[in-house]
């Protein structure tokens, strides 16, 4: 069975800081990776995935994550937090096919001015 | 492209009373829909996988009776709440699978903020 594990329920960063989330996942067969951000009362957007290919991937709003197989973590970063990123993150994990996503508990965002 | 709406948006509604919630993938076509549930400040826990003309499948805990799933075409699945509890309050997402890559792109729409009184 697959299953995710994001450290840290809460992160908070200071506005210009540098921003890390963390995700480990557990998988019996390669994985996709998704990092998806969810605002107060709005569904999910997705920031990044990893398929195939290069493992340092990046996103929209400036965020990028790194797939490392040996570390089996998939963490999410941006070089310098903007009040805007305050936000829940879930990390998700999924086989090929058909099959669901399954997210993490999320991490809470939040950005000091 | 790749757009999953949901209707409706929110919903208030009476104990006892039975709520739809539509789920349409509006410019592809999608075999396999997925039913979330989230719970306030919690994830998302997948309820069920809606197969196109076959019986949905329920995770385990997920009363079928209760949360009725129809996906009756391929860009239309329905969840039926069932009469409705307080306990039932949630916000419901959907997801569609959009077939063609390796790992099936999964499509979500908005979700549906229900509210049982």
């Known amino acids: 069975a697959q299953s995710v594990t994001q450290l840290g329920s809460h992160v908070s960063v200071s506005e210009g800081a540098l921003v890390l989330l963390r995700c480990n996942y557990s998988s019996s067969v390669p994985p996709y990776l998704f990092w998806y951000v969810q605002y107060p009362n709005q569904g999910l957007q997705l920031l990044l995935k990893y398929t195939t290919g290069a493992t340092l991937v990046k996103g929209i709003n400036g965020f990028e994550a790194e797939f490392k197989k040996s570390e089996t973590s998939f963490h999410l970063t941006k070089p310098s937090a903007h009040m805007s990123d305050a936000a829940e993150y879930f990390c998700a994990v999924k086989k090929a096919g058909n099959t669901p996503l399954v997210f993490g508990k999320g991490t809470r965002l939040s950005v000091i001015a | 492209g790749a757009v999953v709406s949901q209707h409706p948006s929110r919903v208030i509604c009476k104990s006892g009373t039975s709520v739809k919630i539509e789920c349409r993938s509006l410019?592809?076509?999608?075999?396999?829909m997925f039913w979330y549930r989230q719970f306030p400040k919690q994830s998302l826990m997948l309820m069920a996988t809606s197969n196109e003309g076959s019986k949905a499948t329920y995770e385990q805990g997920v009363e079928k009776d209760k949360f009725l799933i129809n996906h009756a075409s391929l860009t239309l699945s329905t969840l039926t709440v069932t009469s409705a509890h307080p306990e039932d309050s949630s916000f419901y997402i959907c997801?569609?699978?959009?077939?063609?890559?390796?790992?099936?792109?999964?499509?979500f729409g908005p979700g549906t903020r229900l509210t049982v009184l």
């Open positions: 997801s569609a699978h959009r077939a063609g890559t390796s790992y099936n792109e999964q499509f």
């Open positions: 410019d592809f076509q999608a075999t396999t």
